[in-house]
């Protein structure tokens, strides 16, 4: 059914499939978890993994993101790099918990909850690929914003007050009950870090 299908250019220059059956038999991978546009794919790697003697590794092809309109999430949409979401001042933690939201439910399966909001280690725990929807998820903004909102409250004071003074220079010099309570108050009014500049140039804070 597949045919004859090109695996190098030359014998110096291997092309995609043959690169990543190598790339993943020397890395030990034993889990491949990728796009469900890669599916047609796998048939090609395997075939290349039994030429080469290679141990084929357990594949898992989930739905693709989506944009709000509901086709395939590309720059069009103002889809950016991680790197991006780091410097607009997104937690880590609050990132992983919405990407893991995606086409996955906690209510699914044994591990039902109301919750929306799980630490690495919790979700660790009730991750199942088992529950993994088969339709596309939309890629909410506003829902990355309230889970970010959510870990914030999260973090321990000090850090919040590292954070948030960092941003606001002016309040450096505030006696520590004042600074702590511009804390609380600014936390309250962003979603995330990269907030307090723009309310900041507005000038929403009185210090």
Not at 99 to 110: E, K, R, V, Y
Not at 125 to 143: M, R, Y
Request: hydrophobic letters at 40%.
């Amino acid at each position: 059914d597949l045919g004859d299908f090109v695996i190098a250019k030359n014998l110096d220059t291997p092309l995609f499939h043959l690169a990543v059956v190598v790339d993943d038999h020397e890395m030990g991978i034993t889990h491949v978890i990728r796009g469900e546009d890669h599916l047609s794919n796998t048939p090609r790697q395997i075939l290349l993994q039994e030429a080469i003697g290679a141990q084929t590794p357990a594949y898992a092809h989930i739905p693709l993101i989506l944009a709000p309109d509901k086709s395939k999430l590309s720059k069009r949409h103002g889809a950016v790099a991680l790197t991006e979401y780091k410097e607009e001042g997104y937690l880590p933690e609050a990132l992983i918990n919405f990407m893991a939201l995606l086409g996955w439910s906690p209510q699914a399966g044994n591990n039902r909850t109301n919750d929306e909001i799980f630490s690495l280690g919790e979700l660790t725990q009730k991750f199942n690929l088992q529950e993994v929807s088969k339709s596309g998820a939309v890629f909410d903004i506003q829902k990355l914003d309230w889970i970010n909102h959510e870990h914030l409250k999260r973090l321990p004071l000090e850090i919040l007050e590292g954070e948030v003074l960092s941003r606001l220079p002016a309040a450096a010099d505030l006696p520590p009950t004042r600074a702590s309570k511009l804390v609380e108050t600014v936390v309250e009014r962003i979603d995330k870090f990269g907030d307090i500049h723009k309310l900041d140039e507005a000038g929403e804070w009185n210090y």
